[in-house]
């Protein structure tokens, strides 16, 4: 008799973003009429830049050939790609960060997820929340998080509130931890850490070696001086960091797929034996055994960014979605509703009006207004009271639904 990894079950049984779509689809079943703007998910709704994807039929064509057909590629990413990244998104920065020291894959949501692979289970792992579910729902699965409590909070997991009370700039932990989760700009809240408020974090990794899981896969929406775009600027992160990009939300790699993970060979973590290990290492092991690399036509597509017109192209993209994050922000606002973020991120982070449920106020504004959004407790008990919209739709279909909310 085979067993199962008992974690599973003890998780929700529906992903958030699952539970939308299920209600939703109903809705729609009942109101087939319906005109249902989506402003919940994440996925961007522009196409691909023109470089990229003239780097991808290139590189297809490149493949009826048997002189320049591609096969396996290198699990962490080609070099042409691994370059650029260093020289456009470190270098331009001045930071120094090693093409050794990028790994290419199909997206940051996989590698935040299966980053638990290479820690123990002992370590206490800290979450801001509200947080992306991935963090504490990957945890869970790997053993690591214990177990779910009434309030929907885990017994080994350390929560880090993120509220109104401390503008969202979350606490340093009364208790020690290991491994902490930090995203900025965040999602889902919009807001972010100055570089202060990140060496702060910083600081404490360093006291107490902690390793850092920074996911910066918004940094390009950053519009603010004082944001860092990557913990890199804080000196010594390098030494407690692991850094989470992605292309989905800048240049619209949703469906194509592809991210980056930095692990600089300066972080180590403890072997049983006290032994200091690098992670670098250990991550590159992981990769080449679990993983089969980014497709070559995608690696090309995503090297196109970095061309004098595909940054321009990016560029486009994101002040386009940040013009819709302005809209929604200042139509909530003005239709008196209290809201965050849409400064530095596609998302608007919404108190609930007169106290209502997160989940009780996405089915009015589904059901009402015909309008999707995604309910706050489902990123973690402090979202409670709250919702989000995502910035990512078409500009007709964001003032359509605003001019709903007037209503």
């Excluded at 023109?50 to 493949?63: F, G, K």
Aim: overall charge negative.
């Amino acid at each position: 008799m085979a067993y199962i990894n008992d974690n599973f079950i003890k998780i929700p049984a529906t992903y958030l973003f699952s539970e939308i779509a299920k209600r939703v689809a109903q809705h729609k079943t009942e109101n087939p009429n319906a005109d249902i703007i989506r402003m919940g998910i994440g996925d961007v709704t522009l196409p691909l830049p023109d470089a990229s994807v003239d780097a991808m039929i290139t590189a297809a064509n490149e493949q009826r050939k048997s002189e320049t057909f591609r096969g396996y590629g290198p699990e962490q990413g080609y070099d042409f790609l691994r370059n650029s990244i260093v020289e456009n998104d470190f270098k331009s920065c001045g930071i120094d960060i090693e093409a050794d020291e990028i790994f290419v894959s199909d997206g940051a949501k996989s590698d935040t997820g299966n980053i638990g692979d290479i820690f123990g289970l002992q370590n206490r792992v800290a979450i801001t929340d509200p947080s992306y579910p991935v963090y504490v729902d990957t945890n869970a699965m790997g053993g690591r998080a214990g177990e779910p409590s009434a309030s929907g909070q885990w017994t080994n997991l350390v929560y880090l509130p993120c509220n109104t009370a401390n503008n969202f700039v979350p606490e340093l932990p009364y208790e020690k931890v290991d491994i902490i989760y930090l995203c900025y700009p965040n999602n889902p809240t919009g807001t972010t850490l100055t570089k202060e408020q990140l060496t702060v974090w910083v600081n404490y990794a360093r006291e107490n070696n902690a390793i850092i899981l920074f996911d910066a896969a918004y940094e390009a929406y950053i519009t603010e001086e004082n944001v860092p775009h990557s913990i890199f600027e804080i000196e010594g992160a390098k030494n407690v960091a692991i850094e989470f990009r992605s292309f989905s939300k800048t240049a619209g790699f949703t469906g194509t797929r592809c991210g980056y993970t930095v692990v600089p060979k300066s972080v180590t973590a403890l072997s049983e034996n006290g032994e200091k290990v690098s992670l670098n290492r250990l991550w590159l092991r992981r990769q080449t055994t679990k993983f089969n690399g980014t497709s070559y036509v995608v690696q090309r597509a995503a090297e196109a960014t970095y061309s004098l017109e595909g940054k321009k192209q990016v560029r486009a993209l994101v002040d386009y979605y940040m013009e819709n994050a302005r809209i929604i922000r200042e139509s909530l606002q003005a239709a008196g509703l209290t809201v965050y973020g849409g400064v530095n991120a596609p998302y608007i982070w919404t108190k609930t009006p007169d106290g209502i449920g997160s989940w009780e106020y996405f089915d009015y504004m589904l059901k009402e207004k015909n309008i999707v959004c995604t309910p706050g407790a489902g990123f973690g008990p402090a979202g409670e009271g709250f919702v989000r919209f995502s910035a990512f739709g078409s500009r007709e279909n964001t003032l359509k639904a605003m001019k709903r909310l007037e209503k």
